[in-house]
C-alpha cells in the first residue's frame, strides 16, 4: 500500500482480556517501529525491527507486551492481560534504512481497556 | 541519558506571523533531524527534514540546524489557523547507526485568526 496500515483502529476490551494488533509498513521499509501515546503525552519507543536483526525491545514496558515481525512484512503487538493504563494509541511507522531516513506514522490504533 | 528538550507551550501567533518552534538535544552524534506535525487525535505526519548546518526550506516551512550549539528550530511563515497543532521535534539516536529516532514531547501552536 502507499502508507503504513494499522488496524483496527479502534479496540476496546475488558481488562485481563489479550488483544492483537496489526501494523502493515510501506513496501521496501525495512526498518519497523512501535510507539504508544497516553492521552496528551509524547511518543513512548516500544520496539525497533530492522530486517532480519534481532528486535531491540528495549522500550517494551513489561513482559506481557510482545512483538513479532517476519521478514520485512508484517508486524503484531500483542498485549496479554491488559491493564487500564494500557490505554493509549499505539503507533506504527515504517522506514528505509539507507541515508538517515524519516519515519512514516501509520494512523494508530486506539486501545480502551475498561 | 539521549534526551530532547522542547517547550510544551502552548505558542499562541496571530494569523500571518511567524512561528518559531525551538528544539535542543543532548547527543552530539546525531546526523539526522525531523519535524513532525501532529494534529489532534492524528498520527504524526514529516513535514522538514534536515541533516546539516544552516537553513532548509519548503514552502512556508523552513528548518535551521545549527550542531555546535545542539539546537533545531522550525520556523512557519504566514501562519495560518490550519497551522494549529502540535510539533514533534525528532532526532537520530546512535548517529546514524540506525534508523531510531528521539522524539521531543511536542510544542503546542495555536495560531489566533
Known amino acids: 500500500g502507499a502508507g503504513v496500515s494499522q488496524s483496527p483502529s479502534n479496540k476496546v476490551t475488558e481488562k485481563g482480556k489479550d488483544v492483537e494488533l496489526r501494523c502493515d509498513p510501506i513496501?521496501?521499509?525495512?526498518?519497523l517501529y512501535w510507539y504508544r501515546q497516553r492521552l496528551g503525552q509524547g511518543l513512548e519507543f516500544l520496539i525497533y525491527f530492522q530486517g532480519n536483526s534481532a528486535p531491540d525491545k528495549s522500550g517494551l514496558p513489561s513482559d506481557r507486551f510482545s512483538a513479532e515481525r517476519t521478514g520485512e512484512s508484517v508486524s503484531t503487538l500483542t498485549i496479554q492481560r491488559t491493564q487500564q493504563e494500557d490505554s493509549a494509541v499505539y503507533l506504527c511507522?515504517?522506514?528505509?534504512?539507507?541515508?538517515?531516513?524519516?519515519?512514516?506514522f501509520g494512523d494508530g490504533t486506539r486501545l480502551s481497556i475498561l | 541519558q539521549k534526551e530532547v528538550e522542547q517547550n510544551s507551550g502552548p505558542l499562541s501567533v496571530p494569523e500571518g506571523a511567524i512561528a518559531s518552534l525551538n528544539c535542543t538535544y543532548s547527543?552530539?552524534?546525531?546526523?539526522?533531524f525531523f519535524w513532525y506535525r501532529q494534529y489532534s487525535g492524528k498520527s504524526p505526519e514529516l513535514i522538514m527534514s534536515i541533516y546539516s548546518n544552516g537553513d532548509q526550506e519548503d514552502g512556508r516551512f523552513t528548518a535551521q540546524l545549527n550542531k555546535a550549539s545542539q539546537y533545531v528550530s522550525l520556523l512557519i511563515r504566514d501562519s495560518q489557523p490550519s497551522d494549529s497543532a502540535t510539533y514533534l521535534c525528532?532526532?537520530?539516536?546512535?548517529?546514524?547507526?540506525?534508523?531510531?529516532?528521539?522524539f521531543g514531547t511536542g510544542t503546542l501552536l495555536a495560531v489566533q485568526p
Open positions: 513496501s521496501g521499509h525495512t526498518a
Open positions: 511507522a515504517s522506514s528505509r534504512v539507507l541515508g538517515y531516513q524519516p519515519q512514516h
Open positions: 547527543d552530539r552524534g546525531s546526523q539526522s
Open positions: 525528532a532526532v537520530s539516536w546512535e548517529g546514524g547507526a540506525t534508523n531510531k529516532l528521539i
